[in-house]
């Protein structure tokens, strides 16, 4: 039912991925001004993931998750009255700070809602959730962005309340089917992940994927409309069909990675196809080749991203899951902040091939480290192919 809660959720986002292309299109920032404001995002979600796995581990993942998609309502009706860069950046930080509260708090209730051994499937289930959502979200936030960008705001608001109220009503009662499943570290299971160093440095290479990873959300859609000519519509189209190939694919490649590969092979693949699909556009961008390195990105995703969550479920004790899940929500959130300011003042200075291919040399150096800190970090008892 989370993963229901999560399509309903992600069906109304349209906001973010149409955010740039809404502020250079529609009100006719500049490529920098615009990268300052979409760093706005990411500054409330480090906000909100710290806040919010915090707050999980004192009040519980049902009220943060309830409150989160709640307020989130009326901060995304407010979006668009603001029209200047001081004020747009303001209510974006308000939003982002609110509605980035949700996934640690969501990522804890899967770690606790889920059965013994499917911890990464039930990471998969809730990521081919987010994705069928994102496949028909963006979708239909181009057509509307082509009538009018304030439809897009007006739905992912009527998209949080509605999921709001399906979680509410059938989780306000529901037992926690385990707490224990995915401990694996007795001797460390207090410890604050702010003092695990181990944790921090695996932290550090998932903030390089996602700085990488995360320009799909804006780089990525600025390249199509400046520099491939794409229309709004076939912006979104190539990004619902992301959505449609993840939810096609990943729970068979999910059960391949756990039967077939250890845990450390499975992000460096994961993370060396991701910096390949990048390194793809600085050499062609005609639709059809836009298409394969989208769907080379969408394998590197589904090995990548889950397994994340993994990694960190069995890093964490019983009572510090919010914090752990929220120091990793961080590091996405940083990357929010990173990410647009340093894609765009890139593709400025230098050009977007040089963005790609820089993106996709980063993207292998960090495929590599994932390789060697994985299996230090969870230690040589550790099978990694059994996330029992």
């Known amino acids: 039912m989370l993963a229901v809660v999560m399509l309903i959720n992600r069906t109304g986002s349209m906001v973010l991925p149409f955010l740039g292309v809404y502020m250079t299109d529609h009100l006719g920032f500049g490529l920098k001004e615009t990268g300052i404001v979409l760093s706005f995002f990411g500054i409330g979600s480090v906000v909100g993931s710290w806040f919010g796995g915090m707050i999980t581990d004192k009040i519980g993942e049902f009220k943060v998750q309830s409150f989160s998609l709640l307020i989130s309502v009326p901060l995304f009706c407010l979006i668009p009255l603001f029209k200047t860069e001081v004020g747009l950046a303001f209510i974006i930080f308000l939003q982002s ?34 994705n069928l959502g994102f496949s028909i979200g963006p979708a239909l936030g181009g057509i ?41 570290h007795t001797d460390e299971k207090s410890i604050s992940p702010y003092r695990d160093t181990k944790f921090l440095l695996f932290s550090g290479l998932c903030l390089v994927f996602t700085v990488c990873f995360f320009q799909l959300l804006n780089t990525l859609t600025i390249f199509y409309k400046e520099e491939a000519k794409l229309s709004q519509q076939l912006i979104g189209y190539i990004l619902g069909y992301s959505g449609l190939i993840i939810v096609i694919l990943e729970m068979l490649l999910v059960q391949i990675a756990e039967k077939k590969f250890k845990l450390r092979f499975t992000l460096f693949i994961g993370t060396f196809l991701c910096g390949i699909s990048y390194a793809m556009l600085g050499f062609d961008h005609g639709i059809l080749y836009l298409f394969v390195a989208m769907t080379i990105l969408c394998v590197g995703e589904i090995w990548t991203l889950p397994f994340m969550s993994t990694v960190t479920a069995l890093r964490s004790g019983v009572n510090n899951k919010g914090a752990y899940m929220g120091l990793l929500g961080i590091g996405f959130s940083v990357a929010f902040i990173i990410t647009p300011t340093l894609g765009t003042y890139i593709a400025e200075q230098f050009g977007f091939s040089v963005l790609w291919i820089g993106t996709g040399i980063l993207m292998t150096l960090t495929a590599v480290g994932f390789y060697f800190i994985i299996p230090w970090m969870l230690g040589e008892k550790q099978k990694e192919s059994d996330f029992e």
């Not at 609110?98 to 770690?111: G, I, K, M, Q, Y």
């Not at 998209?159 to 009503?169: D, E, K, N, P």
Request: hydrophobic share 45%.
């Open 144 to 184: 509307l962005s082509a009538i009018s960008y304030d439809f897009l705001f007006y739905s992912n608001a009527l998209g949080a309340l509605l999921a709001g109220l399906t979680y509410i009503w059938f989780f306000r009662n529901r037992i926690h089917r385990n707490e224990n499943s995915t401990q694996t």
């Open 97 to 130: 700070t609110v509605s980035e509260a949700f996934r640690p708090a969501n990522s804890v209730a899967v770690t606790k809602y889920a059965k013994k051994g499917n911890i990464t499937r039930s990471f998969s289930l809730n990521r081919m959730a987010v």
